[in-house]
């Protein structure tokens, strides 16, 4: 019976995996500053076109408010913190790729030889579930979102949102969706390098709802059961994605891994192992006596 080849670390995978916690504090930090260049590269993109861009979140804004409301700014640098908002959030979709590119190199060096053929499907998948994230939270979730809150208005309670706040609320929903819209990628990968199967995560679904909805509390920008729920149900939705994600992409049949035999081996590995230094250590007092 032919044996299955073991994957081996090549010379430079062999380098990368003695790196010290220096070294890899020290490749972290290379990591952010390019990071941080790069979104700086990207505001200065967004800023040529600034003004098209903050009409365009104006009138998404305007059209989830109530007839005859608009937003009013009091504090005077609330007007101008909206133009580096706007040119923030573009320049982080237009650095995405690149941002992904150096999340990417900051992880290969702990992957195998085999594993880092994924480097351009990495940077792909998770640039468009950046963009498929801020799209969502634009078009879907923040007008949603306004339209609740403005049911409150009445003739004694006038809704009049203020820009830094409407604005600030918008940037945290994006960036919390860009976030969440990265679960499929990150389970493709997971199951792609057999780390996840589909059946382990339909499984753990109780688990995943509860760690979904404790995400959700923390990633939204208000403490209201609404936003809460608004933010749970797409990671749920996409969470049951992933797990068809997973079936399609890991092992099947025979070839899928026994995780509760694979545990149930190393348990008693281990078991085997302490016994026999026991047994080892025992004989060695034995000798000291003699």
Known sequence: MAKAPLRRRDDADNRDATMGFLEHLEELRVRLIRCCIAIAVGMVVAFMFVDRLVDTLLASIE????????????????????WLNVALIAG???????VMYQVWRFIAPALYANEKKFAIPFVALTSLGSISGALFSHYLLF???????????????RFMPGVEDTIDLYLKMMLGM??????????????????VTARFLWRN????ILAIFTIAALL????????????????LALYVFSIGLAWLVGPKG?????????????????VLDQARRSRRSSRNGLRRVM
Do not use: C, H
């Open 63 to 82: 059209r989830a408010l109530p007839a005859g409301t608009s937003l009013v700014f009091i504090k005077p640098p609330e007007g101008f913190s909206l």
């Open 92 to 98: 982080l979709l237009v650095a995405a790729p690149f």
């Open 143 to 157: 007008p949603s979102t306004m339209r609740f809150f403005s049911t409150f208005s009445s003739p004694r309670m």
């Open 178 to 195: 860009m976030v969440v819209f990265q679960i499929p990628t990150v389970v493709f990968f997971l199951a792609k390098m057999r780390m």
């Open 205 to 208: 679904m109780g688990y995943a």
């Open 220 to 235: 939204t920008p208000s403490g209201d059961p609404w936003n809460q729920t608004a933010f749970a149900l797409p990671m």
């Open 254 to 270: 025979k070839d899928e891994p026994n995780q509760t035999t694979q545990l149930r081996l190393v348990f008693a590995a281990s």
